[in-house]
C-alpha cells in the first residue's frame, strides 16, 4: 500500500539557464505542488535520449500512476522532443499531451504550414531556404527557425523586405548560420495576433475545448515605430521595451463576433487536422481585412501558473488544479478516485520522507500527547529529557511516534526512542567505545576490524535516535561530520586493499543521504574490482519506510549484489508502511536481514521474540544477528545477563524454523570482536549460577564474562 505516483518527465535544465527552459523547471515546481496537495507522491526526471533503458527502468519500478509529459527540449532543440512520446509508448504507461506523431509533425513549422495549406486551411505563403514556396515581391516576410517554438529566434530584425526570392533566401541562410538552426520565410501578417489554448475534452476526441480567446496587444510598438510581432524578448526578457510594451488581453474589441466565430472553427479544425490531444497553443494573425491565418501549432505549450493555458482555463473558472486533473482526465487518468482508494493515512505530506526529516521531533514537549502525557506516564523522565538529549540527541520521526503506545508506560516503541534518565548513569564495565572501533579505525569514516570486510560510515545522522545506539558517541553530534572527502578518501583505502571484498555501509545511517550523494558513493565503490558485495545497514524501514522509496530502490539495484540489514527488535514495528518497504526492496532482488539487540523489557520475553522472528520471515528478512546489548555506557538499563539470552535463544532453536533463528552474539569488549554465544560453546558449562564464560573470539583469543552480569 504506497501512495500512488505521478512522474513528471521535464526538460534537461544543463545549469545554462535560456528563459524558456527556467520556465520548464517552473513547470516542474508548480505541477509538483499541485499534486502533492491532491495526495500524489510526486517523482520527477530530466528526458535524456542516451539513457532509454533507464527511463523504462525507473517506470518499471515505479509503475506511475501517470506520466506528466513536459519535454519540449532535447538536446537544445525542439525537433527530438517527440522521442519523449515514444519512450512512454514504449513503456506503455498513459502520460499527458501530445502523442509522437503530433509532436513530431506540429514541431516542424514548415511541414505544419504544408498540412495546413494542404487541407484548405488560411496559412502565410512561406518560403524555405531551399527556395520552395510563394514569393510575393513587395511583401515583407518574417524569417524563423523551422523547429523552435516560443519566439525562439524571433527578433525585430527577424521581419525583412527582400527585393527577390534569391535575396530571401540569402537572408534565411544567414539567419540559420547566426542562430545555429534551420530557417524558413512567412510573409508577415501585419496586423492583430491571437494565442488560442485548446484542450481535448474526455471521450471526444475530435471535439477539443476551445478556452477564452487570448489576444496579444502591443500597446506603445506603433509610437516606436515597431512592427507588432512577438519577438523572444517579448516573451521572455523582462527588462525589454518589448516585454514592457507587450500584453495579453481577453477583452473583445467591438464587431469580433464573426473573427472570433471563425477562429474558433479553425482551432477546432486544427485540431483534428493534426490529431492534438491534450492541451495546445494555436497562433494566429489577422489581416486588416479581418481575415485569420494560421501561423503555427503548439503541443504542449507551457503550464506554469502564469502562462497562458493556465490562465485561460482561470478566465473560464478552472484553476491551475482543476487544470491539471482535467488534462489528466483527458489522458485516462480520474486523478480523484485514485486519492480516494488510497487509505487515508498514506496520502498527504507525511508519506514524504523530507517532510518527516523536517517534521521530527526534537524536545519532550512534542511528543504525542504532549508535556502532559510524559507527566502522566513517569513525572520524573519529562524533565530528564532536556538533560538527556543534551547528552546524546533526540529525534523521532512523526512516523515513528505514531506508534507509540500511549496507555502503556513502557512501551516498548517509545522507549527506543524517547531520552531516559537511566542513559546519564555509567555502569562497571561500560565506556563510550568498548567494541573500539576508533583504535581500528585507519582513517576518518573507515572501521577495518575484519579481514575481509569493512564499516564506511557515510553519514553521522539518523531519521531517529535510538536510545539503545551502539555509536552514541557520534550520532547526532556536528564533532565528527563526514564530508565528501573523507568518503572518498576511504574508498581510496579500500582500492588499495585488495583483501577486502566485503564493504558495510553503515553510520549513523546510510540512508539520510540524499539519493544523488548515495548513488556516487555506490558508483565509487562499484569501480573497485575486489569489492565482490556491497551491504548497507539502515534502520530506515522501520524508523521512517517513507524513504524506501520507488526512486531509491531503484538506484540501489543498480549496485548488485547489494545486501540490506535493517534492526526491527519489536513485532509492533510492523505496519503497512515498513511491509511495503520491505517488499519494494525484496522485490529489487536485495536480500535483506535483520539484526536486532536484545532489549530488557522490549523484546526479551520469549512470545515477543518469536511474534518478532515470524513477522521479519514473513516480509522475506532473514533474522541475522540478535545482539547482546553492548557494554556501552548508558545502556544497563536496557541489557539483559548472557544467561537471560542463551534462555531466550533455547525456547526458538528448534522450536521454530532454522531460518528464523538468529545468531545470538556479542561484540567483545576491548574490541574482541562479534563473537557467537550458540548454546553449542557453551555445551562444556554447566550454567547453574555465578558462573565465569569461557569465549573465544575468531582471533583465537580467549575472553572471560560473567553470564549472571
Ligand atoms: C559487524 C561488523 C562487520 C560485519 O560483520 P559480519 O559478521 O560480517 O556481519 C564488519 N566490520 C565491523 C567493524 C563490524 O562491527
Ligand atoms: S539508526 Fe543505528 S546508528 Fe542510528 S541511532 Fe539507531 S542504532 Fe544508532
Redesign the pocket.
Known amino acids: 500500500m504506497i501512495r500512488r505516483t505521478i512522474l513528471i518527465l521535464h526538460d534537461a535544465f544543463d545549469g545554462k539557464t535560456r528563459e524558456d527552459l527556467v520556465d520548464n523547471r517552473l513547470e516542474v515546481e508548480a505541477l509538483t505542488g499541485s499534486l502533492k496537495q491532491l495526495g500524489f507522491q510526486v517523482s520527477s526526471r530530466p528526458f535524456d535520449p542516451h539513457q532509454v533503458q533507464e527511463l523504462l527502468d525507473w517506470i518499471r519500478q515505479l509503475k506511475p500512476a501517470l506520466v506528466f509529459n513536459l519535454v519540449e527540449v532535447v538536446e537544445g532543440s525542439g525537433a527530438k522532443a517527440h522521442l519523449s512520446c515514444e519512450c512512454l509508448d514504449l513503456a506503455g504507461v498513459p502520460y499527458t499531451g501530445a502523442d509522437a506523431w503530433s509532436m513530431q509533425t506540429t514541431v516542424d513549422k514548415v511541414l505544419t504550414k504544408t498540412l495546413l495549406a494542404g487541407a484548405g486551411l488560411p496559412t502565410p505563403e512561406w518560403v524555405e531556404a531551399s527556395g520552395a514556396g510563394v514569393f510575393l515581391p513587395g511583401e515583407p516576410y518574417l524569417v524563423k527557425p523551422v523547429f523552435e517554438d516560443g519566439s525562439v529566434g524571433i527578433a525585430m530584425e527577424s521581419l525583412v523586405h527582400s527585393n527577390s526570392c534569391e535575396d530571401l533566401v540569402a537572408t534565411i541562410r544567414r539567419r540559420a548560420d547566426i542562430l545555429g538552426t534551420p530557417c524558413f520565410a512567412e510573409r508577415f501578417i501585419d496586423g492583430r495576433e491571437f494565442n488560442i489554448s485548446v484542450a481535448g475534452q474526455v471521450g471526444q476526441p475530435d471535439q477539443p475545448d476551445v478556452l477564452p480567446l487570448v489576444e496579444m496587444v502591443f500597446p506603445g510598438y506603433s509610437d516606436a515605430g515597431l512592427p507588432a510581432i512577438n519577438t523572444f524578448n517579448a516573451k521572455w526578457s523582462k527588462t525589454s521595451f518589448e516585454h514592457k510594451h507587450s500584453k495579453w488581453t481577453f477583452e473583445p474589441r467591438p464587431g469580433d463576433g464573426p473573427l472570433r466565430e471563425q477562429i474558433v472553427r479553425l482551432t477546432e479544425a486544427s485540431w483534428r487536422l493534426f490529431r492534438l490531444r491534450g492541451y495546445s497553443r494555436i497562433e494566429f494573425r489577422v489581416d486588416q481585412d479581418n481575415q485569420p491565418w494560421l501561423i503555427e501549432v503548439n503541443t504542449n505549450p507551457c503550464i506554469t501558473d502564469t502562462s497562458g493555458v493556465p490562465a485561460a482555463y482561470a478566465h473560464a473558472g478552472v484553476d491551475f488544479t482543476g487544470m491539471v486533473l482535467r488534462i489528466a482526465a483527458e489522458a485516462g487518468v480520474d486523478l480523484p478516485s485514485l486519492v480516494k482508494d488510497a487509505p487515508a493515512d498514506i496520502v498527504g505530506e507525511s508519506g514524504d520522507w523530507h517532510w518527516q526529516i523536517k517534521n521530527r521531533i526534537r524536545q519532550g514537549v512534542d511528543l504525542p500527547g504532549g508535556p502532559g502525557y510524559l507527566e502522566q506516564v513517569r513525572q520524573a523522565d519529562a524533565a530528564a529529557i532536556p538533560a538527556v538529549s543534551a547528552v546524546f540527541p533526540m529525534a523521532v520521526t512523526p512516523y515513528y511516534a505514531s506508534l507509540f503506545d500511549l496507555s502503556n508506560s513502557n512501551c516498548p516503541i517509545r522507549r527506543q526512542a524517547v531520552p531516559d534518565p537511566a542513559e546519564l548513569i555509567v555502569s562497571p564495565g561500560e565506556t563510550d567505545d568498548p567494541l573500539e572501533e576508533e583504535r581500528h579505525s585507519p582513517l576518518p569514516g573507515l572501521i577495518h576490524r575484519y579481514p575481509d570486510r569493512v564499516l564506511l560510515l557515510v553519514s553521522t545522522e539518523?531519521?531517529?535516535?535510538?536510545r539503545?545506539?551502539?555509536?552514541?558517541r557520534m550520532?547526532?553530534g556536528s564533532q565528527q561530520a563526514i564530508t565528501a572527502e573523507t568518503t572518498s578518501r576511504a574508498i581510496g583505502y579500500i582500492r588499495e586493499h585488495r583483501e577486502i571484498r566485503d564493504v558495510l555501509l553503515?553510520?549513523?545511517?546510510p540512508l539520510m543521504l540524499q539519493d544523488e550523494r548515495l548513488a556516487a558513493i555506490l558508483t565509487e565503490i562499484r569501480a573497485v574490482s575486489h569489492v565482490e558485495v556491497i551491504r548497507i545497514?539502515?534502520?530506515m524501514p522501520v524508523?521512517l519506510p517513507q524513504r524506501i522509496t520507488p526512486e531509491l530502490v531503484c538506484l540501489l539495484q543498480r549496485f548488485h549484489p547489494l545486501w540490506l540489514n535493517t534492526?526491527f527488535n519489536h513485532p509492533a514495528e510492523f505496519t503497512p508502511e515498513s511491509e511495503a518497504a520491505l517488499a519494494r526492496l525484496a522485490n529489487a532482488g536485495i536480500p535483506l536481514g535483520n539484526q536486532s539487540?536484545l532489549l530488557k523489557g522490549i523484546n526479551d520475553k520469549p512470545e515477543t521474540m518469536r511474534a518478532l522472528l515470524h513477522k521479519l520471515v514473513k516480509n522475506r528478512v532473514r533474522p541475522y544477528y540478535l545482539y547482546h546489548c553492548d557494554y556501552v555506557r548508558g545502556l544497563s538499563h536496557f541489557r539483559t545477563s548472557i544467561r537471560a539470552g542463551l534462555d531466550l535463544l533455547k525456547t526458538l532453536q528448534g522450536h521454530t524454523s532454522g531460518f528464523a533463528v538468529p545468531s545470538y552474539v556479542i561484540d567483545l569488549p576491548e574490541g574482541g570482536g562479534k563473537t557467537p554465544l550458540h548454546a553449542a560453546h557453551l555445551a562444556h558449562l554447566n550454567l547453574t549460577g555465578g558462573e565465569q564464560l569461557d569465549l573465544h573470539n575468531f582471533e583465537g583469543i580467549r575472553f572471560e564474562l560473567n553470564i549472571d552480569a
Not at 539518523?462 to 535510538?466: G, N, Q
Not at 539503545?468 to 552514541?472: A, M, N, Q, T
Not at 553503515?506 to 545511517?509: A, I, K, P, R, T
Open positions: 539518523c531519521a531517529v535516535y535510538c539503545h545506539c551502539s555509536r552514541k550520532v547526532g553503515s553510520g549513523g545511517d545497514g539502515t534502520r524508523v534492526q539487540v
